[in-house]
């Protein structure tokens, strides 16, 4: 599921004002944390689920599509999609998304949340930033992402964006930024 949400929308309506376009972010990087239940294996050490169900990841453990939002660090946000069945606690986690720039909304916007931003591939190039760039928050946890009133909502590509039934060309890479489990190749760049 991290290699096939490649290329996936993600929309969002989060803080904006009348008259403000939706955003729209093309997901660009995933990283996947898996459990037991599909990996046939011992347990991924580098997922929140590792240790069982907490207060903090139990949107890990809910249904396919659902938002899974947590704290790194205690500074940034981050964003997953739950892509199994409810209790078996496997996320992909949104580690980068490139925001249409023909949208006038987004430039007023990148403005305010990502004042940093050198560029336009900064404004969403890490999970932190993502959120940052979406105004995703804790808040934002357990939402389902394909309920169409939702203020974030998940979208398959454009049809012909890719060949049917093909997973999208990526880079395959082993996992960054953690110290568990850091050999397994499940980090997945648009290629």
């Not at 999609?81 to 007023?108: D, I, K």
Request: hydrophobic share 40%; net charge neutral; charged share 20%.
């Amino acid at each position: 599921m991290a290699r096939a949400l490649l290329g996936w929308r993600l929309i969002s309506d989060v803080g904006l004002e009348d008259g403000d376009a939706s955003l729209d972010a093309r997901i660009m990087e995933t990283e996947a944390y898996g459990s037991a239940e599909i990996h046939g294996g011992p347990n991924d050490p580098a997922s929140h689920a590792f240790r069982g169900p907490t207060s903090r990841n139990r949107s890990m453990f809910g249904p396919a599509g659902c938002l899974y939002v947590y704290r790194s660090y205690g500074i940034h946000w981050c964003a997953n999609v739950v892509v199994e069945p409810e209790g078996s606690a496997a996320a992909v986690l949104l580690r980068a998304a490139e925001l249409s720039t023909g949208n006038p909304t987004v430039r007023r916007l990148m403005g305010q949340r990502r004042p940093k931003a050198r560029c336009d591939t900064d404004w969403a190039n890490g999970p932190g930033k993502l959120c940052a760039a979406l105004a995703i928050t804790g808040e934002h946890d357990g939402l389902d992402l394909f309920d169409p009133a939702s203020p974030l909502r998940l979208v398959p590509p454009e049809p012909g964006s890719q060949p049917r039934g093909s997973a999208p060309a990526a880079n395959v890479t082993p996992r960054i930024g953690i110290s568990k489990a850091v050999d397994l190749p499940w980090r997945f760049t648009a290629a």
